[in-house]
């Protein structure tokens, strides 16, 4: 911190001549760890909101192990920061924390302790000492004080401490969990959210999420989400990971990026550790998880959970604990699919109800119950009775949508499985993998593979072996469309196919020079791999192209495309291209 932060707006020497709101109380919140400053940022502006009598300031605790990113965090939001010795040098009215590892210098003023995730489920390392302590109970000097409240969201979880630690007694306030009560708000935004995170209608998404630690999923089994990816087809599934924010700030995010590589390139939602987890969270299908609190809350969702890794660190008789045996265990040695299958058709949405039952009470009422408190220790009337006597007050807010996200595969493995109906229909099964995680394997006479790339593969390895070449983010209109198809396989020899989208379908080139356009149907239109894979099966099995009826299936989803043939671009007609995939030694189209 600078030396010119030590005269700080809103506090500190001579503070009064500068600042613009009077202030009547000083509310200092501890910023020690991502974690604990991400569940404090949540709450606070939800109980003080509106209230100019109020200065809320930053202290900035870097003794933390997992200090990386609490003051970019900071500097993001505009948040107001002293260095942690000088809150020694102010005495606020209250100090707020998420996390019960600070070391709060003397003073009268009280501290209030947020839980940062459900109860005290885990033991974990003793900054203090080579042991491990109960993640959540706060030091001795604190409680010995009589200066700390700890809030709880169980009546079960005041028993546990005061059986853990004896000097909590008194100390413990029952408010329930803000998080599960925003978490339950948002689900009426839940398609707004699957939306933001690239998740179409009939897709399901698969959360993996992972605490910290080298008993957690992400230290016993990294390669899940690579895993998943390579197993779920792109088309019915979407991947997305949230991990713990200590991995991030332990390890860095770039460390994070390069475990996690493949998966990445191969389409996987990477959540940022500041926000983004609760709307994955509400947004999911199916939640494979550990011993940390998200996979709790997913529980307490109603979602299907699967348990690929449990520590022993969890303590025993804690609701965390029981979800040990009420979840179902993912298993690496058996198919994922099938796996995650049966969880989903085995799920009853009150399967969990005990495990939640036993770690949130007071639902709907963390909020005002925090507020009450808040106030009562500012020794202030709340602002609805001061300023605002027929406020209705706030209830729990949705979280907000998400930043879209983008990332894809852009090199995908495509099967394609050719049978026809009842009524003599081409009907084409396609199901996508990314290219990076998934080889070919045997073909038959009806089923066959194919690597797709789109132009954006920066893989020219994966490129140089295409098949099929695309150009998703071009559209064109059609004399446009047919030549730049053209110059795509132009650009690459070794293509067979070519596709990009056009203003009402999809523009299909082969290397012998015939062009078709694929459109749908009805209903929304048909992306350029997928019209390529239903002419590159036609190809495959001799069916016709002209004028014909391809029926593409995507797992549950089931679209009619109309092929027919185009003229060829001007200036090059279909013979001048086949002499020319003749002249590089290149078959036709095949």
């Known amino acids: 911190m600078e030396s010119d932060e030590r005269i700080l707006v809103p506090v500190g020497p001579d503070a009064a001549r500068w600042r613009t709101f009077g202030g009547e109380r000083t509310v200092v919140v501890a910023a020690r760890t991502v974690t604990s400053l991400v569940r404090v940022l949540d709450v606070v502006p939800e109980i003080v909101h509106d209230d100019p009598r109020i200065a809320v300031v930053f202290a900035y605790d870097p003794t933390s192990a997992f200090n990386d990113g609490v003051l970019d965090l900071l500097r993001s939001l505009g948040c107001r920061t002293l260095p942690w010795p000088q809150l020694a040098e102010i005495e606020p009215d209250l100090l707020v924390s998420a996390s019960e590892n600070i070391k709060v210098p003397p003073g009268d003023y009280p501290v209030l302790v947020l839980p940062h995730g459900v109860g005290f489920h885990k033991q974990v390392p003793d900054s203090a000492g080579p042991g491990t302590r109960l993640s959540g109970l706060v030091h001795d000097d604190l409680l010995a004080a009589g200066r700390a409240r700890l809030a709880v969201s169980h009546p079960d979880q005041e028993c546990q401490l005061a059986a853990a630690h004896p000097a909590t007694n008194g100390s413990t306030v029952l408010v329930g969990d803000p998080c599960l009560d925003r978490l339950r708000a948002s689900v009426r935004w839940r398609e707004r959210y699957r939306s933001a995170l690239g998740a179409l209608p009939g ?82 299908d199916v939640v494979i998880g550990d011993h940390g609190s998200v996979t709790l809350y997913g529980a307490a969702l109603g979602r299907p959970v699967l348990l690929g890794a449990f520590g022993s660190e969890a303590v025993p008789g804690t609701a965390g604990s029981a979800l040990r045996t009420a ?236 092929l027919r043939t185009l003229p060829s671009a001007t200036g090059q007609p279909a013979a001048s291209r086949a002499r020319t995939a003749a002249a590089r030694g290149l078959p036709p189209s095949s």
């Open 203 to 284: 897709q399901q998404l698969v959360l993996v999420t992972s605490t910290w630690g080298e008993e957690s999923l992400a230290g016993s089994w990294p390669g899940l989400p690579a895993d998943l990816l390579s197993q779920l087809p792109t088309d019915e599934f979407r991947v997305a990971l949230v991990l713990h924010p200590n991995v991030w700030s332990g390890h860095g995010a770039w460390q994070v990026r390069v475990v996690q590589q493949s998966a990445l390139e191969a389409g996987l939602i990477a959540v940022d550790p500041t926000d983004g987890w609760q709307q994955a969270l509400v947004a999911s």
């Open 327 to 562: 979840a179902g265990r993912l298993e690496a040695d058996r198919p994922l699919r099938t796996q995650l299958a049966a969880a989903v058709a085995d799920h009853r949405p009150d399967r969990y109800a005990a495990v939640t039952a036993a770690a949130f009470a007071e639902p709907g009422q963390a909020l005002p119950r925090l507020r009450e408190l808040v106030y009562d220790l500012l020794g202030l009337p709340q602002p609805k009775q001061l300023i605002q006597p027929h406020h209705p007050g706030r209830g729990p807010r949705a979280f907000p949508i998400p930043a879209p996200d983008t990332g894809r595969a852009r090199s995908l493995m495509v099967h394609t499985s050719v049978v026809r109906d009842a009524g003599g229909e081409l009907l084409v099964d396609v199901r996508r993998f990314p290219a990076a995680l998934v080889g070919g394997a045997a073909e038959t006479d009806t089923a066959f593979w194919h690597l797709a790339c789109d132009i954006d593969e920066p893989d020219t390895r994966l490129t140089e072996s295409a098949t099929v070449i695309c150009s998703a983010s071009e559209v064109l209109a059609p004399e446009a469309g047919r030549q730049r198809v053209g110059a795509l396989l132009d650009d690459f020899p070794g293509a067979r196919i070519a596709a990009l989208p056009s203003v009402d379908g999809c523009t299909v080139g082969m290397r012998d020079g015939r062009l078709l356009h694929v459109g749908a149907a009805e209903g929304p239109g048909t992306d350029p791999g997928t019209a390529a894979a239903a002419v590159y099966a036609c190809l495959r099995v001799g069916a016709p192209l002209d004028a014909a009826a391809v029926v593409v299936v995507h797992g549950t989803r089931r679209q009619r495309l109309l």
